[in-house]
């Protein structure tokens, strides 16, 4: 297979090095300030290109915007961490206005993309295979000393693992060259059965096996799949119907408690609603402890976030940034339905509909989960895609 490489490319992959910024190599680069200094940069270099270029924000990205700016003005207000929420909000954007950047080039974009995820996966696939006790560790609060790979312990390796998957896919519906999506799909699959969460297994294998079974686009179409996938949420988090699903609990090694996770969700759906239109913001470890970790048995110190994504985004932003959230989802469902049953259709649905049921139990920080909502919006949106 021959690489053509130009200067186009290498600048985007160079723009794209933050938001796949492994854990590992951020955690041995935290004195040189080398993500955050990236950060700066690259949002600049961004801004400056779109203004020059006259080229208008996308709707995906105006709208991720304000979620993230919400957030970040509840943090104000709670006097919460400021500096964390700014990165955030900007690490997003770089997410957004690459997308925005190079909406007319879907193909090289994604070309890029898929480089970069099998330098992550690939890598990280290695060091589980030659350190299967982890490359190093670290005191983590709340949670004892960590076993980490190239991507971190291996809770956070669907945020980069799940991304890839949906990039493999759309990289086999964009250039027609299969083998290297199919090897990058097995690398993922293979590294979550190795070391990976039972939330990442559940994604990972949901996402697959609908992208690989014949004639299962008849049977979940954009409104079913996000439908169900909303109704499991509801039916664990809110009614709490637990015996329902636990047969695959029992499989992946888990209790009925969600590894204590029920707790948390009280406590985080009681005070959510305490402030339901503002939101907390970004807070302290220990300030999240106070808010989420209280119990009858005690405070447990390893409640730093809410261990549910749409209740994360609820507790820092209230239900104006879940409402945004909610609309980008809804946005891309709605074009979905345009293109449905195309190939490219179904990536997009499949991948809100898995990451919806993996919100259910996991909470997702850095800005390469993100990836999966502009990629899935831009790629519908490509009018070159032929089926």
């Not at 040189?32 to 600049?44: E, F, G, I, K």
């Not at 059965?193 to 990442?200: Q, Y």
């Not at 409104?223 to 029992?250: E, H």
């Not at 879940?322 to 649905?349: D, G, N, R, T």
């Amino acid at each position: 297979m021959s690489v053509h490489i130009t200067k186009r490319k290498v600048i985007l992959f160079l723009l794209l090095i933050p938001v796949f910024m492994p854990i590992s190599v951020d955690y041995f680069t935290t004195s040189l300030h080398l993500n955050r200094l990236l950060t700066y940069v690259v949002d600049a270099y961004l801004l400056c290109r779109l203004v020059f270029s006259r080229k208008a924000l996308s709707i995906v990205t105006v709208i991720s915007a304000c979620m993230y700016a919400w957030i970040l003005l509840a943090t104000a207000i709670s006097h919460g961490l400021m500096d964390n929420a700014i990165l955030s909000l900007l690490r997003i954007m770089i997410v957004c206005l690459i997308f925005d950047l190079y909406r007319n080039d879907v193909y090289t974009l994604v070309r890029v993309l898929i480089l970069h995820c099998e330098i992550c996966v690939y890598v990280n696939l290695l060091s589980v295979l030659v350190a299967p006790n982890g490359l190093y560790s670290r005191s983590v609060s709340g949670y004892a000393v960590s076993q980490e790979w190239f991507l971190g312990v291996d809770n956070y390796f669907v945020q980069w693992l799940f991304p890839a998957l949906v990039v493999a896919w759309a990289y086999i519906a964009l250039t027609r060259s299969k083998t290297r999506g199919y090897v990058l799909t097995a690398a993922v699959v293979v590294t979550e059965f190795i070391h990976g969460s039972a939330t990442g297994i559940v994604g990972i294998v949901l996402f697959s096996l609908l992208m690989i079974i014949p004639k299962v686009k008849l049977a979940f179409t954009p409104i079913r799949s996000v439908v169900i996938s909303v109704i499991v949420w509801l039916l664990i988090v809110v009614f709490r119907a637990d015996s329902i699903f636990a047969p695959l609990v029992s499989t992946l090694g888990k209790d009925m408690t969600f590894t204590g996770r029920l707790n948390i969700w009280d406590n985080a759906l009681r005070v959510i609603t305490a402030n339901p239109i503002l939101g907390y913001g970004v807070l302290t470890n220990d300030a999240m402890v106070g808010y989420l970790g209280s119990s009858s048995s005690g405070v447990w110190v390893g409640a730093t976030h809410c261990h549910d994504q749409i209740l994360q985004v609820a507790f820092q932003g209230g239900l104006v940034a879940l409402a945004l959230l909610l609309v980008i989802i809804a946005l891309i469902i709605k074009k979905s339905l345009e293109y449905w049953p195309k190939k490219v259709a179904q990536i997009a649905v499949y991948a809100v509909s898995a990451y919806l049921i993996m919100c259910t139990t996991e909470v997702f920080t850095f800005p390469v989960m993100f990836l999966i909502f502009p990629l899935s919006y831009y790629v519908l949106s490509d009018q070159t895609v032929k089926e």
